[in-house]
Structure formats: C-alpha cells, structure tokens
C-alpha cells in the first residue's frame, strides 16, 4: 500500500487523478502544508470502519431486553397542591 500527498490546489485541479491514487493507498490532502482530509476507497473505509454499531444501535435498547418483566411499584402518595405559606 502506497502513500501519496496532495496539497489542496493539486486536488482541486486534479480530482480524478486523486481518486485513481487512492486506489493504490490512502491519498494524504493538505491545507496551507498541515495534513487536513484523507481520501480512501471506499472498501477501504469500510475495512476500517469495521462492523461498528451505528448510534442508532448503540442508544436502543440492548439485545434481550424485550424479555425481563418490569413492574416498577406504584406511588402511594397522591399529588397535593404546592403550600407556599
């Protein structure tokens, strides 16, 4: 896997030379000589992404879940108007 870097103005000119590129590695772009963006292929995006939860999976309810009976207590108290005397 090859390396190659491109400062902002050459991506700019040269698009689809930079996409060809990244099909031998990632594609290095830089702003004012700072890296700032990389380019890959997407099935490489995809390897290093990996199989992660989206956020969506991650803020549901866990696997499972939809088995255990919940019966929280009930208040015996009743709601009484505020004394603000």
Known sequence: MTTKKLTSREFNRDTGGAKKAAE????YITDRGEPSHVLL????????????AGIVDLLGEP??????????????DTARAADFD
């Open 41 to 52: 292929t997407f099935a490489d995006y995809q390897r290093l992404a990996g199989n992660q």
């Open 24 to 27: 031998d590695g990632p594609v």
């Open 63 to 76: 696997p499972g879940v939809e088995d255990v009976e919940f019966h929280p207590p009930i208040a015996p």
